[in-house]
């Protein structure tokens, strides 16, 4: 045992936590960025004349990225390490939100919100926090990545009220401000107190006992994304990755896609205050962080194939019941929906982390997951707009409540199919 293990042993907070806590604050900067776009829009139209097709444009380009970024800033954080590439994509979305302030174009408002920042906070996303899981815990790694996973909820809680104040109060100016300089101080923080890997300082990951193996093999030497699409095709050969990928496009489907999109104006269809139908929404971001650090404690404990069965089916049940619930009033059966479903948001983010790095193995999981992830962001833009379509010939939603709940169900199905542990061919591709 080297000095700094036995200093790591002796000491009572594991440098794996502060790993862990510099990482969550990255999390929750990247989702106040994301999240910060809808505050700003009204307020950018207002000012420069622009219309919503515009503003939205940028928007769903930024959305689109983020999800397709994924699995190529996995392969960059391997190759590159976690610690260069998170304070590069931190400065660059500042500069960006910075640059924001003297745009006088839509198609400054493309390149800066859709493509810069799109790409950036792409960088950040949920694989980011499974890379630093799988590399720093083995006890505790699901209730991390259930930390890791609530943070997106966390940034909206914490920082949107005070962008969307500041908006209000302030101007758009001074909100893209705080998010520029948010980004340049936690880009400071993460450069100082982030590290790659245990091994860089002489340690060995949290949770390891005496005897157990930890096989490191260190960052591979090819480019980023032809990393990023061999892990692709030696993944696309089994099952299990297009399970994972199958039933996190429903998950997209029926979360962001769906009840963040369309949530309040089906609430407004039914006569209830647009201000009353956010409302609810803040409320399913507090419960799920509470749901999702659930899920990450009971992915350590329980067969991760079996929460994601419950999870999909219980989702798909519920979505059912939604029409009847909407009223101009907030019904006692609304406020059960809101609170369970916020239980459920997004506690499939662990076990489908652990099925990915039971399948693929740890050192290439990060990308396997970045492609599921991407594969979640598709699912969430169709979604989004089969429910737009949907309402645009019906005058109602009430058909695609029934579609996402029938998706979900199916991909509960799906989950069963999932192996319990790594088949050969599976074992084929975590050892390259």
């Not at 293990?5 to 900067?29: D, E, F, N």
């Not at 515009?54 to 976690?82: D, H, Q």
């Amino acid at each position: 045992m080297t000095t700094q293990q036995r200093a790591a042993t002796r000491s009572r907070i594991h440098p794996a936590w502060v790993v862990a806590a510099v990482t969550l604050l990255a999390l929750v900067a990247a989702a106040t960025f994301r999240s910060s776009t809808g505050v700003l829009m009204e307020p950018i139209e207002r000012e420069l004349g622009w219309d919503r097709a515009t503003t939205s444009g940028a928007v769903s380009l930024n959305l689109v990225l983020y999800g397709l970024a994924a699995p190529f800033a996995a392969a960059i954080m391997e190759r590159f390490g976690i610690r260069r590439t998170v304070t590069t994509a931190l400065v660059v979305v500042g500069v960006a939100s910075g640059a924001t302030l003297v745009m006088t174009s839509p198609w400054h408002l493309w390149l800066l919100w859709g493509f810069v920042i799109g790409l950036g906070t792409g960088a950040m996303a949920l694989v980011f926090g499974a890379i630093v899981a799988n590399r720093w815990f083995v006890a505790h790694r699901g209730l991390v990545t259930g930390l890791f996973s609530a943070a997106n909820a966390t940034g909206q809680l914490l920082f949107l009220p005070v962008i969307a104040w500041t908006a209000t109060e302030l101007g758009w100016r001074a909100a893209a401000g705080i998010v520029a300089a948010l980004s340049l101080v936690v880009a400071v923080l993460v450069g100082f107190f982030l590290t790659d890997r245990p091994s860089n300082r002489g340690l060995m990951p949290y949770g390891v006992v005496e005897g157990y193996a930890v096989t490191d093999p260190g960052p591979p030497g090819e480019n980023p994304a032809v990393t990023a699409l061999r892990v692709l095709r030696q993944a696309s050969r089994h099952w299990a990755f297009w399970a994972l990928a199958l039933t996190f496009w429903v998950c997209g489907w029926s979360t962001n896609g769906l009840v963040q999109t369309h949530l309040v104006p089906a609430a407004h269809d039914h006569g209830m205050p647009a201000t009353a139908a956010a409302g609810l929404l803040a409320l399913v971001g507090i419960f799920d962080v509470v749901g999702t650090i659930a899920s990450g404690y009971l992915t350590d404990k329980v067969d991760p194939r079996l929460l994601l069965c419950a999870y999909y089916a219980l989702r798909g049940l519920s979505l059912l019941t939604i029409d009847a619930l909407l009223a101009p009033h907030v019904q006692p059966g609304m406020w059960v929906f809101i609170v369970f479903y916020g239980l459920d948001w997004v506690a499939t983010v662990p076990p489908t982390v652990a099925l990915c790095r039971t399948h693929f193995g740890l050192q290439r999981s990060g990308v396997v997951f970045g492609w599921v992830f991407a594969a979640h962001m598709v699912g969430a833009g169709a979604g989004a707009w089969v429910a737009g379509a949907i309402r645009t010939a019906t005058g109602t939603y009430a058909n695609a409540w029934v579609n996402a709940a029938v998706l979900c169900l199916l991909a509960a199905a799906v989950c069963w199919t999932i192996p319990r542990r790594a088949v050969d061919g599976d074992r084929e591709v975590a050892a390259a």
